[in-house]
């Protein structure tokens, strides 16, 4: 029946110092030794690189995105001056054929104008013309009533 | 017998029993080597086949190794600092690693099945003659830290910030280790009567609760210790100005 020994106690007991400790001590660093070679020397390895896979990967992405702000901006300008240009031509093609209508125009009125013109200075002179020869017309055949009755009697 | 009321079932629990090996003129506590050397199998077997095939993509156990790799980086590193953390990481490292195996090998594994000749199978770190060796083991660190960091400037620590605190700095080298290897082993000794007594008092239902507040203890215990240690480290390379 074994007894509890505790403080003190000579054989065994709670507080029972000896070679345990200086063995456990080395088993300890020896322990130390191997986890780094087997453990914190791989894993830290493996750890870090792809710390610095994702920091290298994040910053790559970060210079990309900056690129295609950059580009996209470009583009946006590219666009507004394409669109501004667009806009001036089309005002300038409208103003083209506006002038060309309004010259067209005039010069189509300005014809009708003068043949209509032309043409009633024809009919006026024609008019003339044959009032003219009707009034001789006229004349002669008054002359010739008034000598035929002139003869008669 | 009489520190404890109940004598009948106690003649079951062997306190301060030990299984000796005779190496020479030595003598050693067998029943702590064969845990420790099976829990440091067991660690070691888990490590080899984590770190076997490793990569950037990481599966199965080496998910848990670069878990508990970044856990103690981090502890390290908060406690040591950033500039010399690398060099005390593998052992800081180690103590929180072997504490903890041995806390929850201990806690764990029904090592009262197996009988031996004298004393009992049980957590390494419910003997003194481990969590002494572990405790000078710290004071040897930071020692070593504070000399090849600062040199004899080391101890300028000791009359930091007036003369006034060198006789408590010098009295603090010598609690500083007992008072971690007292901790340790006097939770986990404790976790472990207290166990073994609910265990033949009330065999049922009852010890469960009290062996999952052990699990909890241990785990902490392990993670006091490294602490603590990474923290005197710390304290010994630390610049004054």
């Given at each position: 029946m074994p007894t509890l020994f505790l403080f003190g106690a000579s054989e065994g007991g709670l507080f029972d110092f000896d070679a345990t400790l200086p063995l456990m001590a080395v088993q300890v660093v020896l322990l130390t030794f191997i986890l780094n070679a087997l453990f914190f020397k791989p894993v830290g390895k493996v750890v870090e690189e792809r710390e610095d896979y994702v920091n290298t990967s994040r910053a790559e992405a970060k210079k990309k995105i900056a690129e295609v702000e950059r580009l996209e901006t470009e583009l946006k300008d590219q666009l507004k001056e394409a669109r501004l240009e667009a806009q001036k031509v089309i005002l300038e093609a409208e103003q083209d054929s506006d002038t060309l209508y309004k010259e067209a125009l005039a010069l189509a009125t300005s014809e009708a104008n003068a043949s209509r013109e032309k043409a009633r200075r024809e009919i006026d002179s024609q008019r003339d013309e044959a009032l003219n020869q009707l009034k001789s017309e006229a004349d002669n055949l008054g002359d010739l009533i008034i000598e035929r009755l002139l003869a008669k009697t | 017998m009489g520190f404890l009321p109940f004598v009948f079932p106690f003649a079951e629990l062997e306190v301060g029993q030990h299984l000796y090996w005779q190496i020479g003129n030595f003598r050693i506590h067998g029943q702590v080597f064969m845990t420790s050397w099976l829990l440091i199998g067991a660690l070691l077997a888990l490590v080899v086949i984590g770190t076997k095939k490793m990569e950037r993509d990481p599966k199965g156990v080496q998910n848990l190794l670069e878990f508990l790799w970044d856990y103690i980086r981090d502890l390290a590193r908060t406690q040591i600092g950033e500039k010399v953390y690398r060099d005390w990481m593998p052992f800081i490292g180690t103590l929180f690693l072997f504490i903890f195996v041995s806390n929850w090998g201990g806690a764990l594994v029904p090592w009262k099945l197996i009988e031996l000749p004298s004393g009992e199978l049980g957590a390494?770190?419910?003997d003194i003659n481990t969590t002494v060796a572990l405790a000078l083991l710290v004071s040897l660190s930071y020692f070593y830290a504070g000399l090849s960091n600062?040199?004899?400037?080391?101890?300028?620590y000791y009359v930091h910030?007036?003369?006034?605190m060198l006789p408590f700095k010098i009295v603090e080298d010598f609690t500083k280790p007992l008072s971690l290897s007292f901790r340790l082993f006097g939770n986990i000794l404790a976790d472990e009567l207290v166990v073994a007594v609910l265990v033949f008092l009330?065999?049922?239902?009852?010890?469960v609760p009290v062996m999952f507040l052990g699990l909890f203890t241990s785990a902490i215990q392990a993670l006091i210790f490294a602490t603590l240690a990474a923290y005197y480290i710390g304290e010994a390379v630390e610049e004054h100005h």
């Amino acid at each position: 029946m074994p007894t509890l020994f505790l403080f003190g106690a000579s054989e065994g007991g709670l507080f029972d110092f000896d070679a345990t400790l200086p063995l456990m001590a080395v088993q300890v660093v020896l322990l130390t030794f191997i986890l780094n070679a087997l453990f914190f020397k791989p894993v830290g390895k493996v750890v870090e690189e792809r710390e610095d896979y994702v920091n290298t990967s994040r910053a790559e992405a970060k210079k990309k995105i900056a690129e295609v702000e950059r580009l996209e901006t470009e583009l946006k300008d590219q666009l507004k001056e394409a669109r501004l240009e667009a806009q001036k031509v089309i005002l300038e093609a409208e103003q083209d054929s506006d002038t060309l209508y309004k010259e067209a125009l005039a010069l189509a009125t300005s014809e009708a104008n003068a043949s209509r013109e032309k043409a009633r200075r024809e009919i006026d002179s024609q008019r003339d013309e044959a009032l003219n020869q009707l009034k001789s017309e006229a004349d002669n055949l008054g002359d010739l009533i008034i000598e035929r009755l002139l003869a008669k009697t | 017998m009489g520190f404890l009321p109940f004598v009948f079932p106690f003649a079951e629990l062997e306190v301060g029993q030990h299984l000796y090996w005779q190496i020479g003129n030595f003598r050693i506590h067998g029943q702590v080597f064969m845990t420790s050397w099976l829990l440091i199998g067991a660690l070691l077997a888990l490590v080899v086949i984590g770190t076997k095939k490793m990569e950037r993509d990481p599966k199965g156990v080496q998910n848990l190794l670069e878990f508990l790799w970044d856990y103690i980086r981090d502890l390290a590193r908060t406690q040591i600092g950033e500039k010399v953390y690398r060099d005390w990481m593998p052992f800081i490292g180690t103590l929180f690693l072997f504490i903890f195996v041995s806390n929850w090998g201990g806690a764990l594994v029904p090592w009262k099945l197996i009988e031996l000749p004298s004393g009992e199978l049980g957590a390494p770190t419910a003997d003194i003659n481990t969590t002494v060796a572990l405790a000078l083991l710290v004071s040897l660190s930071y020692f070593y830290a504070g000399l090849s960091n600062k040199g004899l400037r080391y101890f300028e620590y000791y009359v930091h910030p007036t003369p006034i605190m060198l006789p408590f700095k010098i009295v603090e080298d010598f609690t500083k280790p007992l008072s971690l290897s007292f901790r340790l082993f006097g939770n986990i000794l404790a976790d472990e009567l207290v166990v073994a007594v609910l265990v033949f008092l009330v065999p049922l239902v009852l010890p469960v609760p009290v062996m999952f507040l052990g699990l909890f203890t241990s785990a902490i215990q392990a993670l006091i210790f490294a602490t603590l240690a990474a923290y005197y480290i710390g304290e010994a390379v630390e610049e004054h100005h």
